[in-house]
């Protein structure tokens, strides 16, 4: 085989395994994009066992009330929209909250007072 096509068939060896290096780790980190991320999405503005005062603003698919402080999502228990109540957080993941109304936080009657 002449020198010349010696040298192209091992830069062609080299630009393969380069490629291959290149794609692997290309790959290794799409996959971990798609993982199950080890971020907490930094401090929460609440705590578990904590009791808070809030405002009811939605109901989730469930059921549950949503409540909000500073933009972080509380599903509050038998919670209904309009209530201002107060809520003690049991539970804080990274994305929400769950919490349970306080004993003298019944939720509001539905009916409309009548005359």
């Known amino acids: ?3 010349f096509h ?3 068939w091992d830069e062609n060896r080299i630009v393969d ?3 291959d290096l290149y794609m692997d780790s290309a ?3 799409l996959r971990m994009s798609y993982g199950r991320r080890n971020d907490n999405f930094g401090p929460k ?3 578990a066992g904590k009791e808070y005062d809030v405002q009811i603003t939605e109901i989730s698919r469930k059921g549950d009330g949503i409540a909000r402080i500073q933009g972080f999502v509380i599903f509050v228990k038998d919670g209904k929209v309009g209530q201002n109540v107060k809520i003690r957080v049991s539970q804080v ?3 929400f909250a769950t919490a349970e109304l306080v004993g003298g936080s019944a939720p ?3 009916e409309t007072p009548t005359s």
């Open 93 to 95: 993941g990274p994305r």
């Open 27 to 29: 790959c290794s980190s």
């Open 108 to 110: 509001a009657s539905t």
């Open 45 to 47: 503005p609440v705590e």
């Open 6 to 8: 010696m040298r192209r």
């Open 17 to 19: 395994a380069l490629l």
């Open 1 to 3: 085989m002449p020198a």
